[in-house]
């Protein structure tokens, strides 16, 4: 007796079964998720590229590299004391290539920002925002963390869309994966048929162009909800860490019973500076934060960038703003990219692997279509679903239609 049969019977209703689920899971989680993806995918594509744009709108402060030191901290503060003497500077961030930008006063209270010619401290530009205004960048990066709403309302709702995108991608692919790989399949899979109606340009948009973004919009997603997500950043590190747990954030502090005893904030700010930049002197950008002179117990923070652009292989270091020791940091973070391990590493890379500068122009150019294709994701779904949902109407009307004039014909 032949039972050849009966496992094929069943792998197929198994299969029916799994394909009916993430249909189900892919359309109602889409439509629920859907406004919120596109804004988060289209402030993406618009925050990948900040920089270039930044340097494109305001060609003022591409500055090019001179075979010269940078102006020191001290002046920088000396600058800030001239232009502004009632603001206190908050922190410095310069890449190679650009001006030095100067961040002075409160943030978010109002703050104003210098963009200074880093060899001459020339003054390039000078942007004053009231208390709650942003810059453009700042309002596209509100946007793609919490929708431009509180960020305690907004933020989970980005976090946690973000979680259900992932879900829809992969229920994705196992709607897309053919069921035979026969030559008519692999054209539909891989292919949009450009001359074909309407409804079936937007299904192949949705189907191939989904594919083909897949993997960077995985890669996008699962970096971006590290910054958002507690317990999966924490999984996260742990499973790639090999059972480690991440270290909490604590902020190095001063020894607040040295208060003015050994140096002042501009000669404690350029002694430290001094002592990074002996150890990293071809470093391409950094990022300083001056200490909090009314807070004692207020550090110094340097960071440095050995390569302009790219974030994954920084080095932090934090001083004692009193004596000039040197901090203990976080053992993730404040270590050198060669030190750390492999969840380190990642978690390391996190940034520049979430934007595509992990790889580059290129891999910023990847992020930037791959957000793109994943902001019109949502639309060509729902015009599917729609489609789809006209149709079945349509054939209901016509069922009854059929039913009425039977007995009429009879």
């Known amino acids: 007796m032949n039972f050849s049969r009966k496992p094929t019977v069943k ?90 930008y100067l961040s ?9 920002i210098l963009r200074l010619n880093p060899y001459t401290g020339e003054v390039i530009s000078v942007k004053a925002h009231k208390p709650g ?12 963390r919490f929708l431009w709403m509180p960020a305690d309302i907004g933020r989970p709702i980005v976090n946690y869309s973000t979680l259900i995108f992932v879900i829809i991608l992969i229920s994705g692919i196992v709607l897309w994966w053919p069921q035979k790989w026969t030559k008519k399949a692999r054209e539909q899979s891989f292919r949009i048929k450009w001359d074909a109606s309407f409804k079936r340009v937007n299904y192949d948009l949705h189907n191939v162009l989904g594919f083909y973004a897949m993997l960077v919009l995985l890669a996008i997603a699962l970096t971006g909800m590290v910054y958002g997500i507690k317990w999966y950043s924490n999984g996260l590190y742990w499973a790639t860490s090999g059972g480690q747990t991440l270290p909490a954030f604590k ?71 009193h004596t000039l020791k040197q901090l203990a940091g976080n053992k993730v973070y404040d270590i050198s990219f060669a030190e750390a391990g492999f969840g380190a590493k990642l978690r390391k890379a996190n940034y520049d692997i979430h934007v ?55």
Not at 272 to 299: I, M, N, Q, R
């Open 133 to 144: 205004e942003t810059d453009f960048f700042r309002f596209i990066l509100n946007g793609h």
């Open 251 to 321: 902020r190095p502090q001063s020894d607040s019973t040295q208060l003015g005893k050994l140096y002042t904030p501009q000669q404690a700010m350029d002694l430290a500076w001094g002592k990074v930049l002996s150890k990293h002197p071809d470093a391409e950008g950094f990022y300083y934060t001056f200490a909090d002179t009314s807070k004692p117990k207020a550090a110094i923070g340097i960071t440095i960038y050995p390569t302009a652009g790219k974030f994954y292989n920084n080095r932090s270091y934090s001083f004692d703003q």
């Open 104 to 112: 002075l006063g409160e943030g978010r209270k109002g703050n104003t």
């Open 11 to 100: 792998k197929k209703q198994s299969r029916s079964l799994f394909y009916r689920i993430s249909a189900w899971l892919h359309l109602w989680l889409g439509l629920i998720t859907g406004i919120v993806m596109i804004i988060v995918c289209v402030t993406g594509c618009i925050w990948v590229f900040h920089d270039e744009i930044t340097r494109l709108l305001e060609p003022e402060t591409v500055i090019a590299h001179q075979d010269r030191p940078v102006i020191t901290p001290s002046r920088v503060q000396e600058i800030a004391a001239q232009q502004f003497p009632k603001l206190k500077p908050g922190y410095v961030t310069y890449q190679q290539g650009n001006a030095i």
């Open 356 to 410: 595509g500068s992990i790889l580059g122009l290129p891999g910023k150019i990847l992020a930037f279509f791959g957000a793109l294709i994943g902001a019109t994701l949502p639309v060509t779904g729902f015009l599917v679903w729609w489609g789809k949902k006209k149709k079945s109407k349509k054939g209901v009307v016509a069922k009854k239609a059929l039913v009425a004039a039977v007995p009429q014909a009879v």
